[in-house]
């Protein structure tokens, strides 16, 4: 049962700092890449920023040296430490697996066809 749990949002103003959490059901977690995505009123859901099993990191350039995206195997859990906020972050997060496809390219379409509620990630300019 694919289980995905985002909390962590909330209203911040530009230039602060948020961390989100992604709770995953331990198979899925233990098995697989995982990536957090955005989606802003309007515009489609897209890949922010993604972790291998392995610890191999990558994001999008727009988050590039503001953002880190951390797993912990204990707890099942994927981080987004999100820093130097700007408005443009605004949007609400999802997380779900993810496949990397080598060379640094990550496949757009998550591994599940499932997503969680989100968490809702506010900045005021």
């Known amino acids: 049962q694919v289980q995905l749990v985002e909390s962590g949002g909330g209203l911040v103003q530009a230039g602060g700092s948020l961390r989100l959490s992604c709770a995953a059901s331990?198979?899925?977690?233990?098995?697989?890449?995982m990536a957090w995505y955005r989606q802003a009123p309007g515009e489609q859901r897209a890949l922010v920023a993604a972790?291998?099993?392995?610890?191999?990191?990558d994001y999008v350039d727009s988050v590039k040296g503001r953002f880190t995206i951390s797993r912990s195997t204990d707890k099942n859990t994927v981080y987004l430490q999100m820093n130097s906020l700007k408005a443009e972050d605004t949007a609400t997060y999802y997380c779900?697996?993810?496949?990397?496809?080598?060379?640094?390219?990550?496949?757009?379409?998550?591994?599940?066809?499932?997503w969680g509620q989100g968490t809702q990630v506010t900045v005021s300019s």
């Open positions: 331990g198979s899925i977690f233990r098995l697989n890449d």
């Open positions: 972790i291998t099993t392995g610890g191999r990191t």
């Open positions: 779900n697996a993810a496949r990397y496809s080598g060379h640094g390219t990550w496949d757009l379409t998550p591994t599940y066809d499932y």
